[in-house]
């Protein structure tokens, strides 16, 4: 692979590409590198490679015709790459494809980047090496080299080594242990150490599934999974956020049909269902509000039928998803039951059909986007607060720390069943994206 780096900084490279593995490689011939500095192609008597931004601002762009001509001087490109922030993100499945050319060439920018005609007058693909910005394109371009060389033969000391690290099958590699076995009270996990390849490689599998899910759950969407796999998802799932997930149903205080707060009645409907959703998403509990005294015994009727009754006999999963369901007067109770089940105090979170507003009409406080509260979930019991009737009143609103976006924004209606609206609000928090 022979790498052709136009930049106005050469001696950038001079110590990463002269050291360990790359100097190897060099010295044996399996990679190269050469360097085109765009200040050696400039038309202008003072060799300016750069000029102020049309339309004003701070910085300076990096001036299209020295660019052009050095990237034109080189006889045989293959792929022209600009490292820009704009790109398209640098993976292993991109370093595993551009390894397979015989050259790259790569644009280092500078300053505020590239005018952008460069990319109407060349085939470039844009590459970002991730979401922060750099000085130069010099160090991404150093990144991509790296990731590209080391999948050259013969570039690695053994080239296997690279065949289980993270990314290579979607998933991020699972954790690594070397001696010795028991450092400062903490020992190498046991599987390990029995010499059985089966039951090494079923940990490292379900190890790898966990350490993805814990720090980038977005990758399992385009990973290759087994049905094996997606119950060890599953599992991982329920006893790691869902647990800290719990529903309050509430029936006070609720804004009624005229707009003022009081109290709805409770549905048999609503109390099976959205137990349901909790069960089959592993949520750890349903809080039924209500401090009227003949509404608590129906749902206490209900619910002793159910999970102790005939109930529980002829039908074992309702069981199941109604033992879920608790009985409180107030939220103020519901976080109380929730802090005797998991001992911590849960975050409140609302939810509400229409933005919060202000007496004089303006909006309120900001709705939380679902993943930063299933990403709180992660971390401590939070409660998601639903109301019924006309949703919850105001002064339930105000007990919680946040509010959830409501379902669609889009258009005047917006009255989603309760229970409707509890499944996609669960499945937006829990679905699986795999
Ligand atoms: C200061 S940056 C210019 C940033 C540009 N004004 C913007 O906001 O997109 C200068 C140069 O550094 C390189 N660079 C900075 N961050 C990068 C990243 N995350 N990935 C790839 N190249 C990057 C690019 O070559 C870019 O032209």
């Known amino acids: 692979m022979q790498y052709h780096i136009v930049t106005l900084f050469p001696e950038w490279f001079q110590s990463p590409l002269n050291t360990a593995l790359f100097a190897k490689a060099s010295q044996a011939g399996i990679v190269g590198a050469d360097f085109i500095n765009p200040r050696d192609h400039t038309l202008n008597k003072h060799n300016k490679v750069d000029d102020s931004p049309y339309g004003g601002g701070p910085g300076m762009v990096l001036m299209v015709q020295p660019i052009l001509d050095a990237v034109r001087s080189i006889p045989q490109t293959g792929p022209i790459i600009a490292l820009t922030p704009a790109g398209e993100p640098l993976t292993q499945k991109l370093a595993e494809e551009l390894a397979r050319e015989e050259h790259l060439t790569l644009i280092c920018g500078r300053y505020e980047g590239f005018d952008e005609r460069l990319y109407d007058l060349l085939p470039i693909r844009r590459i970002s090496v991730g979401e922060a910005i750099l000085n130069g394109g010099e160090t991404a371009a150093l990144a991509l080299i790296e990731a590209t060389a080391r999948l050259q033969d013969g570039y690695m000391g053994k080239n296997e080594s690279g065949d289980d690290e993270s990314y290579r099958h979607g998933l991020l590699e699972y954790p690594q242990y070397t001696r010795p076995e028991n450092f400062m009270g903490l020992e190498v996990p046991k599987e390990l150490q029995t010499g059985n390849h089966g039951e090494i490689n079923a940990w490292r599998r379900k190890e790898a599934l966990a350490m993805t899910l814990r720090h ?83 749902v206490r009727e209900l619910l002793d039928h159910w999970t102790k009754g005939d109930g529980a006999k002829t039908n074992p999963d309702r069981a199941k998803a109604l033992s879920l369901a608790h009985l409180a007067d107030s939220l103020e109770q519901a976080a109380e039951n929730i802090e005797t089940l998991c001992g911590v105090k849960p975050v409140l979170i609302g939810t509400s ?62 009255h989603l069943p309760v229970r409707s609206a509890c499944a996609i609000i669960i499945d937006r928090l829990l679905g699986d994206i795999y």
Not at 364 to 385: D, G, H, N, S, Y
């Open 353 to 414: 059909a229409k933005a919060e507003k202000d007496k004089r009409g303006r909006e309120k406080r900001l709705a939380v986007p679902f993943p930063a509260v299933a990403e709180l979930a992660r971390r401590q019991p939070v409660l998601i607060v639903l109301g019924t009737s006309h949703g919850l009143a105001p002064e339930a609103l105000e007990q919680c720390a946040c509010i959830l976006p409501p379902i669609r924004y889009m258009g005047h209606y917006n």
């Open 216 to 298: 980038r759950p977005d990758l399992l969407a385009k990973a290759a999974l087994s049905e094996k796999d997606r119950e060890t998802l599953n599992r991982l799932r329920q006893t790691s956020f869902a647990k800290n997930i719990h529903i309050a149903l509430v029936h006070h205080p609720v804004l009624l049909k005229n707009n003022t707060a009081g109290s709805s009645s409770v549905t048999n409907l609503d109390i099976h269902d959205i137990s349901r959703i909790a069960c089959t998403y592993g949520i750890a509990s349903l809080q039924i509000i209500t401090p009227i005294q003949d509404q608590k015994l129906l």
